[in-house]
């Protein structure tokens, strides 16, 4: 499976932006679509996961402020960012579970100023 993300960037504090993530290749079904991030010095965290039939769990830190949705027919995940934070900078991956192995993609870096 490969993991293509789009949409990273510099936003100012308290606004929004929406990442994509579309994957592509041989498999059966993706169980699990959704993100990760990691800012610097930290741990990888979660953002959020989406079940086929569109079951939701989110990091605690994004709650409320962000939503992730996807697409089964075009395998594709979004991340919809509002209310942006300066510590929400990070590079967000894209991750999917197909097979009962996990998938990353290569990360997008999301930047949010003061």
């Known amino acids: 499976v490969q993991l293509q993300a789009y949409g990273g960037g510099l936003v100012q504090a308290g606004g929004s932006l929406k990442l994509s993530c579309a994957a592509s290749g041989s498999f059966d079904s993706l169980s699990l679509m959704g993100w990760y991030r990691q800012a610097a010095g930290k741990q990888r965290e979660l953002v959020g996961l989406i079940t086929r039939r569109g079951s939701t769990n989110y990091g605690d830190s994004v709650k409320g402020r962000f939503t992730v949705s996807r697409d089964n027919a075009k395998n594709t995940v979004w991340l919809q960012m509002n209310m942006l934070k300066p510590e929400d900078t990070a590079v967000y991956y894209c991750?999917?579970?197909?097979?009962?192995?996990?998938?990353w993609g290569q990360g997008t870096l999301v930047t949010v100023s003061s």
């Open positions: 991750y999917c579970l197909t097979g009962g192995y996990p998938n």
